[in-house]
């Protein structure tokens, strides 16, 4: 380490500028974050505690419906010419 005490001049000069709140701000400051953290939600937050997840899952689903719909439409119109071929442990099992 070395003897240069630079942190420590830095932080004697910097003690005026700190904040430390008087004892009425600080009641103040834990009175409103009190109410902010007791307040029961309204009608309409708790509506849209509920609405936003579930919108959210039809929309999720609904984009999954439309890829797979496409999908689906995709694979019908292409021609197999080939039979399909799955081997498996060595056995080869043919689809026509």
């Known amino acids: 380490m070395s003897d240069d005490r630079f942190f420590d001049r830095l932080r004697a000069d910097a003690a005026p500028l700190r904040y430390e709140p008087d004892p ?28 936003r997840p579930l919108a959210a899952a039809v ?10 719909l496409a999908a689906i439409g995709a694979d019908e119109s292409a021609p197999y010419e080939a039979p399909l071929e799955i081997t498996v442990a060595g056995d080869v099992y043919r689809v026509d």
């Open 24 to 51: 009425v701000a600080m009641t103040r400051m834990a009175a409103r974050i009190r109410a902010a953290t007791t307040a029961e939600p309204t009608v309409a937050q708790l509506l849209a505690s509920w609405f």
């Open 59 to 68: 929309v999720a689903v609904a984009v999954i419906a439309g890829i797979s």
